[in-house]
């Protein structure tokens, strides 16, 4: 067997492709000898996203020769949501099929059809942001729940103090304010969608922690990174530039 | 500043508006010296409320001139939704909006803007019922649940030893007896609609008993009163007369 | 009195009529001096249940004369899901009508219209499984909703040392593989529909552990126990002969 992989934390991937399979429609993750990554861009160019998992992150992680496997995220995503608590996660591949098997009371094997493409590797744009700081996750999610009463778009701002979630609608407005505590020297602002924002705090399990890297009228860069380092995902989401006009 | 009330019991406002808000589209809160009050009738004139809160319900009131403020039921208990358990509530006005900030690790505010009304106080009207009895307030909201079964209407019925709530309907019927351990000497009844009675238990959670008020094919009062004794929550629903021909 | 049943154990009812009440319209109840049973077949013909309560599962058993109740099993249903955990069930015949009696903080009473029917006794067929094996109830519950992600139809097969179920999908395909411990000595295998076994284990409550009775194309055989062996709820499900041509 040359490739096979076990994970026993099987919470990283179901917060992560619950995240995933609400953006991206199908994925090329790739395996090789450092580790398990996917770069990918959605149907409407709006979000990006890159998953970077180490061979640290598994129990076990075999893979002899890089693969290669394409996926319909949302058939992936239901397999994931079928995984309990104390499941063992393994993957493996056999004959245009991607395996994914949980180990618990009973063996549960899921096949899916590996999908024909045509890989062309993504390439995560380079966007250096001067406002970043770390925020916890779930106040993040929790102010996105706040956010749609009025609007389906919000502000974030960044502030030598605060940072500010922003959302004005016809009837009323919401706005958050969260004390960061870091050394910011200058103000951010952009708009975003917060439907979008939301897809991407499906995945805020992943770590307690993620950095968000501002600018003016520029993505917004969302980065979650496992305690333990060995173990990257992060999203770009591009501002909704007309709402300023 | 002149105006600003503050709350750590949030539940009270959570489950008072959550019925209101199923209720009665728009409503008038009035604040002055004496607390915090609305007086409504729902649009088809069956359902009347009350709401008294005195200052000493709240950690902080202050309120130097009488305000009124008319807000969009609807939109005020999405916001109220969003409170989380530990939040303190904090009321102010300014202007043309109503703000309602919830104090947890971050800071949220919420703004609506007040609805232009050319106000007219409601007057409760004054109704004396000779049957009146204490109940727990949950038991009658899961009374109120095993009743949609069979009709759509019920019988609220109260004698010497009981209350009952009869459903009857063309495949079945429900009847419940609770008892009541008061002294009654006549029995009273009326007919009511269940979606408006599930629609004020809502409110249970204000108090762990309510009143009940009963008259012959008359309106039902129910009032929840705070342990403290300075607030109060009262409905009082109309008889859906038409059913007893 | 001649006919009074009382049953503490409500999860016993509740489970079987939510089982049961997906699976048909109207079932005949019998109540004599052996217990309560019923034999129905759903409208299709495709399942087959039997319940049989002795009347040692019941606090309290009192049938002087054999009673038939015909009943709707949705209204039936819905009654039983209003019982709360701790609530005694008790059940009585009056005029026409079947009375079920929750007793807890207050008494609540229901009456179903019994339905007027000509009861022709079902008799259940008579079918021997070579292939029999005990399994827990709960994991073959959580196995059938792994199921339908790919497919609406399954294979069950038992082999020497486990039972498969299998479900084949355009895009991608499961297995779950349970060592059964017991001694098989051949296979026996046959496509059943998911959503029909899935309304089966809705009584997985019944007991921790069913038997399957398996043959090659035949209909399976699902029988739960009550651990103390006076209550028996069986099954049996037609296959989807057409899949295997």
């Not at 922003?166 to 050394?183: A, C, P």
């Not at 600018?215 to 591009?238: C, H, K, Q, S, W």
């Amino acid at each position: 067997m040359t490739f096979k992989l076990e994970l026993s934390d099987n919470a990283i991937f179901k917060t992560v492709f619950d995240s995933i399979a609400s953006i991206i429609d199908e994925v090329t993750i790739i395996f090789d000898s450092e580790g398990m990554r996917l770069n990918a861009l959605d149907r409407s160019h709006i979000t990006f996203v890159t998953l970077e998992l180490e061979p640290e992150v598994f129990d076990e992680y075999i893979c002899d020769e890089p693969e290669k496997v394409a996926v319909d995220c949302t058939k992936f995503n239901q397999i994931l949501k079928k995984c309990k608590t104390n499941d063992i996660i393994q993957l493996t591949i056999d004959e245009g099929n991607f395996i994914i098997v949980f180990e618990g009371d009973a063996t549960r094997r899921f096949k899916i059809r590996v999908i024909d493409t045509e890989y062309e590797a993504q390439v995560p744009p380079n966007i250096n942001h001067n406002v970043n700081i770390k925020v916890p996750s779930n106040m993040m999610q929790d102010a996105l729940n706040d956010m749609l009463i009025f609007s389906d778009k919000l502000k974030l701002l960044i502030d030598e103090n605060y940072l500010k979630i922003i959302s004005d609608g016809e009837f009323g407005d919401v706005d958050i304010k969260y004390l960061h505590g870091e050394n910011i020297l200058e103000v951010a602002q952009s708009i975003y969608s917060i439907e979008k924002l939301k897809d991407i705090f499906k995945a805020s399990k992943f770590s307690k922690e993620c950095n968000v890297g501002l600018g003016n009228d520029m993505p917004v860069m969302i980065t979650f990174e496992l305690p333990t380092r060995d173990g990257v995902l992060r999203y770009l989401l591009a501002p909704r530039l007309e709402e300023r006009g």
